[in-house]
């Protein structure tokens, strides 16, 4: 089996797409009903493929909204650096 390796940032990759990998490279689907939110990498894995269908992530979870688009990242403003504190007095 062929296995191609990748680097971080060639494709845009989240945590929900560990089980549709994991069951494609079992080579098994999901229950009958059940929606994957994630999208399998095991076609990057395989060398099938050099993209997967999707070019942005975007995720939402109480207290928590993020989107990214290649290096690109929307970061909450209760997780900002506070700059102030890093201004000189004047």
């Known amino acids: 089996m062929l296995v191609r390796l990748l680097t971080p940032g060639d494709v845009p990759a989240i945590h929900v797409d560990v089980y549709p990998t994991l069951l494609e490279l079992a080579g098994t689907k999901a229950a009958e009903g059940y ?25 939402h979870f109480p207290g928590y909204l993020g989107a990214g688009v290649g290096s690109w990242r929307t970061t909450p403003v209760s997780q900002a650096p506070d700059l102030g504190s890093r201004q000189p007095a004047s």
């Open 35 to 59: 929606v994957l939110d994630g999208e399998s990498l095991a076609p990057l894995f395989l060398a099938k493929s050099e993209n997967l269908k999707r070019d942005a992530i975007y995720q």
